[in-house]
């Protein structure tokens, strides 16, 4: 049924996206006494990257040894950007949280050795407690209303969001005391499982009420899939070997950096085949009950993936898989703007991951973690306000796909948007095997299309959020260019073909921001670290 009349509706804390991250600030935010409304572009629970399947999670008993094993096991694959602090904090929410689940949530964890086994999630049945467990807290949902812009009071503090539920054909608009992006980082429509929903939404928001970026370079995450399915269980590949199209060894293709061998093998003949061939019995069983989903298609193919050979495919994940996203600048996880926290893979994860990360065990964390932390900020600074929150007058902060400065553009802006996105983002040797010369021209080109979106893109209501998708996807490869284009050195997943080394001098973060004009800020040098002095 179509309704007609847009809702208009008032909560204390909105939250923007309903995947781990989004539901922990729900859950937070309400049992800090806040009214709280959560808004989903799918179906909260069953959509995004972490409902489709099962994860690992960075859960470390609180031993002083285990913990310092913990975070210092992968400072230098993250080339020393995180921040010690906040990975102790991380690891400390994470503890608490996934103990919650158990108790409370009664997610059922497998016992080993008498003793629940914590480290990994089934992503289906977590999504599935997690919305219940908010509903039963009090949280309003609404499914299929995707946010289409940020509303803000005449101080330039967010107050609220604009959107459009797809299922009944209308607009609604929310005054808030704060709003909580939790809406996953920028896959690029590559077609990775459960990353469809993901296009940087949140990124462009929060760039259009002056938020900045950070960690944008540290976005090069390839995932290996087989090539007849979009299942990107990377960490089963750790006991494969690799093949050239003819059945010989492909060297070097089971190693760290592996997958460069990989992506340069696919771009010279278009074939890279696989097997698991080193995984024990005991492990294959395991590998079976951990992830369900990756051997569906394999079993309906009559492939056995232990003792066949199958062809793979890289797919690109972006800032779902990178660590870029949003600049905090608080604890809290607010950001540089009044009233807007942010959460899970929308914000950056350099302070826990530094230059690299990969699905599950630090994200997973960082996103239950992050959560927590934003929906409780968001709900002081809503009830700091008081009354008052509901009176302010309110205008639409969105641009591009919204307020056009210019005439309407005549074309399909979606279907230009997703040619430029294949041409020059999702290709290995653009965006995975950087250089110089061909980020600058790929730079270049995405900007004149994001000139053609702000000028003349525009669409009817149930149209917007797909063209809003469109600026969030361009926008994020400009912020991830541009970095990437700053750091004239490899670091973590950030790597220059022609500048191979890492640079000491070079040993801190990025800033990047902007919209039309676009900037890049090298944020003051991290503490020296010794290994710094003899890496290369």
Partial sequence: MTGTTPLDLTADVVIVGGGPAGTWAALTAAEAGADVLLLDKGYCGTSGPTASGGTGVWYVQPEPAAREKAMASREKLGGYLQDRRWMARTLDQTYANMNRLATEARYPFPVVDGRPHQRGLQGPEYMRRMRSWIKRAGVRILDHSPVTELLVDNAGTVAGVRGHRRQHGTDYRV??????????????????????????????????????????????????????????????????????????????AGSQGGRSV??????????????????????????????????????????????????????????????????????????????????????????????????????????????????????????????????????????????????????????????????????????????????????????????????GAAADPAGTPRLRQASAMVAHARWMYTGALARTESRGMARREEFPELDPAQHRRLTVGGLDELWVRPEQLLPARPELAVAS
Wanted: with cysteine.
């Fill in 262 to 455: 990989i992506a340069r093998e696919l771009l010279r003949t278009g074939t890279v085949l696989c097997q698991i061939d080193q995984a024990t019995p005991e492990q294959q069983t395991q590998m079976r009950i951990g992830q369900p989903n990756f051997f569906l298609t394999f079993d309906r193919l009559g492939i056995n993936p232990f003792t066949d050979k199958f062809p793979v495919t890289l797919l690109l994940e972006g800032t779902v898989r990178g660590t870029g996203g949003i600049r905090i600048a608080g604890d809290d996880c607010a950001t540089s703007v009044p009233g807007l926290y942010v959460a899970g893979d929308a914000a950056t994860r350099e302070l826990v991951c530094g230059g690299f990360t990969g699905g599950g065990s630090h994200n997973s964390a960082w996103a239950m973690s992050s959560g927590t932390w934003a929906g409780g900020g968001a709900a002081r600074f809503a009830a700091a306000l008081g009354a008052h929150a509901s009176r302010r007058r309110l205008v639409g902060a969105g641009g591009a796909g919204i307020r056009p400065t210019g005439r309407p553009a005549a074309g399909d802006a979606w279907d230009e948007v997703q040619d430029v996105l294949r041409r020059q983002v999702h290709p290995y040797d653009k965006n995975y095997l950087r250089n110089g010369d061909r980020l600058r021209p790929a730079l270049a080109e995405l900007n004149q299309v994001w000139d053609r979106l702000r000028a």
């Fill in 175 to 252: 005054r808030a005391g704060a709003v909580v992006l939790a809406t996953g980082g920028c896959a690029f429509l590559s077609k990775a499982l459960g990353c469809d929903v993901a296009t940087g939404d949140g990124a462009l928001y929060a760039a259009e009420v002056g938020a900045a970026m950070s960690g944008m370079e540290f976005s090069t995450a390839y995932a290996i899939a087989p090539a007849f399915t979009s299942v990107t269980k990377t960490a089963y590949y750790g006991f494969a070997t690799f093949f050239h199209g003819d059945g010989t060894p492909l060297a070097g």
